[in-house]
């Protein structure tokens, strides 16, 4: 019965992907669906984020890394149109609290799809990220900086 559920969610996604009406494509989301839920099902399944409370903290999480994606944008865009603004790229260290695989990689890619950041490695409870303004280099003021907002509402939806 779960991977219904599973499968329902799936094509759900897909319809809001495609948004593409037509039978034939509504005819391919159903057996992709299907499909995905028949043969990953219990990978996903197995994954306890698919409550209620985590779904409604990832609901939480959009609009704040969105928020967060525009701010950088807006600091990205002022560089580049000001070049006279310093830049002062590199990688600094940061440590992460959360211990979920899953958790540190959605930590991660949050980061990199920040502008002016990317995560260039995970390794165990540290990430590597390059930044294109390194305005501290101490771990903790660094993590505090770019990881803070999206760890603490991550940590509710993955552990």
């Known amino acids: 019965m779960?991977?219904?559920?599973?499968?329902?969610?799936?094509?759900?996604?897909?319809?809001l992907l495609t948004w593409n009406f037509g039978w034939q494509e509504l005819t391919m989301g159903v057996?992709?669906?299907?499909?995905?839920?028949?043969?990953?099902?219990?990978?996903f399944l197995g994954i306890k984020i698919f409550s209620p409370?985590?779904?409604?903290?990832?609901?939480?999480?959009?609009?704040?890394?969105?928020?967060?994606c525009i701010v950088a944008n807006i600091d990205v865009a002022k560089r580049v149109l000001?070049?006279?603004?310093?830049i002062k790229p590199g990688i600094v260290?940061?440590?992460?609290?959360l211990k979920t695989d899953l958790g540190k990689v959605m930590l991660a890619n949050s980061i990199t799809m920040t502008p002016?950041?990317?995560?260039?490695?995970?390794?165990?409870?540290e990430l590597y990220i390059h930044w294109i303004y390194v305005?501290?280099?101490?771990?903790?003021?660094?993590?505090?900086?770019?990881?803070?907002?999206?760890?603490?509402i991550l940590k509710h939806i993955f552990e």
């Not at 660094?142 to 990881?147: E, H, L, P, S």
């Open 135 to 152: 305005s501290t280099e101490q771990e903790v003021e660094a993590t505090k900086i770019i990881a803070s907002a999206f760890e603490k």
């Open 53 to 68: 409370v985590r779904i409604g903290w990832m609901l939480y999480y959009i609009p704040i890394w969105i928020y967060y």
């Open 116 to 125: 002016g950041t990317m995560t260039v490695d995970i390794l165990g409870d």
């Open 93 to 97: 260290k940061i440590r992460t609290n």
């Open 31 to 43: 057996v992709v669906s299907l499909f995905v839920s028949l043969f990953f099902g219990d990978k």
């Open 82 to 86: 000001r070049p006279k603004m310093l």
């Open 2 to 15: 779960r991977k219904i559920y599973f499968a329902i969610i799936c094509f759900i996604v897909w319809v």
